[in-house]
């Protein structure tokens, strides 16, 4: 049996033309297929819905009233179909994206601008927070992509895939006036009686996580959270800071950045998350997250990088709270 609202555009066809015979023609119809849905139709609701005459068909009074309603079940198949239409052509919907701090500050900025071009359409709402928060999001699907740094020794939720994008140096932030602010790379050790600005009082919770894990304890003294206040203190001359590449783009020029030796504070593994079913935004995305960290990874601003799982040098992941 026809579907209902097949139903319903038979019965509107056959009102607006007057006639089963125009009605089938218009449709594509044989004239007897058309009649048997008008019968069904009639079947359903318990009503005759056409007076026949000599010469065509015209509405009844339950014919008259169904009218409307049949109108409106049209017109939200029709909106409903365009909306499909346009989420699977990327000309309407929306994007669920989530990030951590660091890679807000040129990843995902830059990316989004490139799809906005590509796809003015669609919406994209973006929450920034912890690795481990937005892949708890993907599996529950309240979100469609996150970009994530997140623990190696942690798999990521059932059903939650990781696309590697790059593998990220860490750097430390200087004054230009620094004795080492020439280097290209420097080891920790060098760096032991340095005032270190951080951004957790438990060091665990912050990028030398694995540098103290090795044995390192940095002297700390200011307690900043943002990279914003981070990168000013040091600019200011009151300590060094580390810095993931990502967020290097945010040092003003009264600071050096120079790259940690991977071996002291490992580079960090940066992925794209997405859920068991990706939209076809979300996939989109992805793909410019992918041109666009390999465009950073080749910049002199992001010195060191590599693509993500290159070999050489050690690979440590975080919850992505400290970047």
């Not at 990316?111 to 993907?138: D, M």
Request: proline share 7%; aromatic share 4%; hydrophobic share 45%.
């Amino acid at each position: 049996m026809p579907s209902g609202h097949a139903l319903y555009e038979v019965f509107l066809a056959v009102a607006r033309e007057g006639s089963l015979t125009a009605a089938a023609r218009v449709l594509g119809y044989t004239q007897s297929a058309v009649s048997r849905q008008v019968q069904a139709l009639e079947d359903e609701t318990g009503a005759v819905l056409f007076e026949r005459l000599p010469r065509g068909v015209r509405p009844t009074e339950a014919g008259r009233v169904l009218l409307p309603h049949a109108e409106a079940v049209r017109d939200r198949l029709v909106t409903a179909r365009a909306e499909l239409e346009a989420l699977r052509t990327l000309e309407g919907g929306l994007l669920r994206l989530g990030s951590f701090s660091s890679a807000n500050a040129a990843l995902v900025p830059r990316t989004q601008a490139a799809f906005r071009t590509r796809h003015p359409g669609v919406t994209i709402t973006r929450t920034e927070g912890p690795s481990v928060k937005h892949l708890g999001q993907l599996a529950a699907g309240e979100q469609d992509l996150a970009v994530v740094a997140p623990a190696l020794a942690t798999p990521p939720p059932e059903g939650v895939t990781l696309h590697p994008l790059l593998d990220e140096p860490m750097l430390v932030a200087l004054e230009r006036a620094h004795p080492y602010a020439g280097r290209r790379a420097v080891r920790l050790a060098e760096l032991a009686d340095e005032e270190w600005i951080v951004g957790a009082e438990r060091l665990e919770d912050t990028l030398f996580r694995p540098a103290v894990a090795a044995g390192f304890r940095p002297r700390t003294g200011l307690l900043a959270h943002d990279w914003v206040a981070k990168l000013g203190a040091v600019a200011a001359g009151l300590g060094i800071t580390l810095v993931p590449a990502l967020a290097a783009a945010s040092a003003p020029r009264e600071v050096t950045l120079v790259t940690i030796h991977p071996d002291d504070v490992p580079y960090r593994r940066i992925c794209a998350a997405t859920p068991p079913t990706p939209t076809v935004a979300a996939t989109a995305f992805l793909g410019l997250l992918r041109e666009t960290a390999e465009t950073m990874r080749k910049s002199r601003a992001f010195p060191g990088g590599r693509r993500a799982g290159q070999s050489g040098g050690r690979v440590e992941g975080t919850d992505g709270r400290a970047g």
